[in-house]
C-alpha cells in the first residue's frame, strides 16, 4: 500500500486523496469538485488504476479569466495496492466526492499438501 499512498503526493496540489483500509478492502477518496458521474471514468488494468476526470465549468459571457487555477481535467494512473487487481470493485461520486472500493483478494485458505514417498 504505500507504493500507492506515496503515488498519492505525486498528484496536483489541487487534488485531495485519502486512502483507508479495512480486512477486505481498501477505499480511495478523491475530491473531485466539480465533477460527475458523467464525467468521471476508472479503470484497473494489470497493476494500474486509471481516473479520468472532468468538470464542467460555465464563465459568464461579461467575464474573462484574470487567472485560472481550477484545472478541468484529471488524468492520472495509480499503482493498485499489493493484492488488488480491480476484479470487484465499485465507485460511487457524490457532491464531487469520489470513493472507491478496492476488495482485497481473498486470502487462500489453508491447504494440506500431501507428501509421497
Known amino acids: 500500500m504505500s507504493t500507492l499512498r506515496d503515488a498519492l503526493r505525486d498528484l496536483p496540489d489541487a487534488v485531495f486523496a485519502d486512502v483507508l483500509e479495512s ?65 470487484g470493485a465499485d465507485g460511487t461520486i457524490d457532491r464531487g466526492v469520489l470513493e472507491l472500493r478496492l476488495p482485497k483478494a481473498e486470502a487462500t485458505p489453508a491447504t494440506t499438501i500431501p507428501v509421497d514417498e
Open 23 to 87: 480486512e477486505d478492502a481498501y477505499l480511495l477518496v478523491v475530491d473531485l469538485p466539480g465533477a460527475s458521474e458523467s464525467t468521471v471514468d476508472v479503470s484497473a488494468e494489470g497493476n494500474r488504476l486509471t481516473i479520468e476526470a472532468r468538470r464542467e465549468k460555465s464563465v459568464p459571457a461579461e467575464f474573462d479569466y484574470v487567472e485560472e487555477e481550477r484545472s478541468l481535467f484529471l488524468d492520472v494512473e495509480l499503482p493498485l495496492p499489493p493484492g488488488v487487481t480491480g476484479a
